[in-house]
């Protein structure tokens, strides 16, 4: 297993998909920092309102609101979206889905007959994707407002590595999900169209809505999209560790296993 995960790693660092997944992340980063920063910086807005446009008090009050954010408060309202959960599923399966597409996965499966050793490099590579990406994400999201000149309340170092040991977790869990469906489906339609949807948090808006007409109980709160989303609330800190620890072990498991089914029940 462990000469299949180098390979893996040896492929994912020349891989496009991989660099180009960073890229745009990096990029939409970026704009977000900087549409941040226009709404916060006092003199855009009244020169927006000299040009015609029309600021009202609300917009004044988020103005201020991003002004006093600290660097885990403006960390959480972009990476908390669920837009990491989208990157690293897209991510995941345009590169699984790399070793079905080009044939690569009967070389594997004649060299290394145990389909398990296959699934499971691909579960730890699925953790050091996901990894990636979340570290790359939060030190532009560190770096960025620096270098555009907007300054916000500066956390501890211990707060922010905390941060994203928990953020890391569920988006691991979620990379797994996009390896299970890669496996059943071999193909990358249903990874990517599941990836935009459940990372939005699409999903956990319609169970969430069905749950209010059938009278179930709060089943939304343990998606991965609502489970980042609540990581970290401003003045609150970050959600206790023991519910996204528990959420994220528990479809990691799930999507491990289904994983592991997927690919010793079909054929390759």
Known sequence: MFNMLRMDLRRLFKSRSFYIILSVTAVLLIMVTVMAYAVADPETMD?????????????????????????????HETLGSGFLLVMTGIGMTLFVNGDFSNGFIKNICCIVPRRRDYVCSKIVLAGIYSGIITVLSV??????????????????????????LWMWLPHWAFALMALALVLLTRNTTLGIILSLVAGSGLTAVLVSAL???LRWPPLEQVFLAAVVKGLYTPGGGIAPTGFVLT??????????????LSMEKRDI
């Open 47 to 75: 020169a927006m309102e000299a040009q015609g446009a029309e600021i009202t008090e609300s917009d004044r009050m988020m103005s201020e609101y991003i002004q006093n954010m600290s660097q885990l408060d403006l960390m």
């Open 139 to 164: 030190l532009l999201m560190l770096l960025s407002p620096v270098l555009i000149h907007m300054y916000p309340v500066p956390d501890s170092s211990s707060q922010i590595l905390w941060y994203v």
């Open 247 to 260: 959420c994220s072990l528990v479809w990691a498991a799930v999507y491990g296993i289904g994983s592991l």
């Open 211 to 213: 749950g209010r007409l």
